[in-house]
């Protein structure tokens, strides 16, 4: 993996990013009751998947504070996770609903949202000292899905791998040492709405990690 940065978890004010440190400013004054800071993975470090996103959506994780929980993309997953055992109870696109991940650790790429849900590149380089950082701390991570091409090609890079070797497509599959890297197409509203990805296809990449998992 590349180099490993002291800690997984920014702070509620990084400033590394500008754009997004400005952003964020004005994203607290607009709407003070919502999260508005670099979003933390959630589940347990001791899992075996790690699931990877591009980014908080602004109605989503940078409103809730909780990856992927208030936005569309979250209803498809979730429900995708609890379907295969990977989370326990009833997801209620809030924090609080007591909803737990079972052997499954969410994160994202790039920690803080971003305007148009488009980050940089040299954002996505920015933040991947998180990801380098939440991976290393996963002692028994096996599985690990990048949503989209941006977290594909940013978890390659945290595995030190390249990309050529390795290139994104859904339902790809690519091997880095103990790791096997799942490639999805994002499970987001758009995606499902123009059928570049159906709820067939998204459940097989799941249920292909569940079945490798056991
Ligand atoms: S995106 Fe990541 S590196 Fe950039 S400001 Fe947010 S937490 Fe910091």
Redesign the pocket.
Known sequence: MASIAASAV??RN????PR??EF?KAMRKREPDWFNS?VDSFGDATAQLLIVGL?PGMQGANRTGRPFTGDYAGDLLYATLLEYGFAKGVYQARPDDGLRLVDCRISNA???V?PQNK?LPA?IN??R??LVATMAAMPRVRAVVALGRIAHDSTLKALGLRNAAAPFAHGAVHEAGVIRLYDSYHCSRYNTNTGRLTVAMFDAVIAAIRARLG
């Open positions: 920014p702070d990084c400033p590394l990013c997004l440190a964020r670099p980014a790039v920690r803080c971003p980050p954002e920015t933040c000292q998180f």
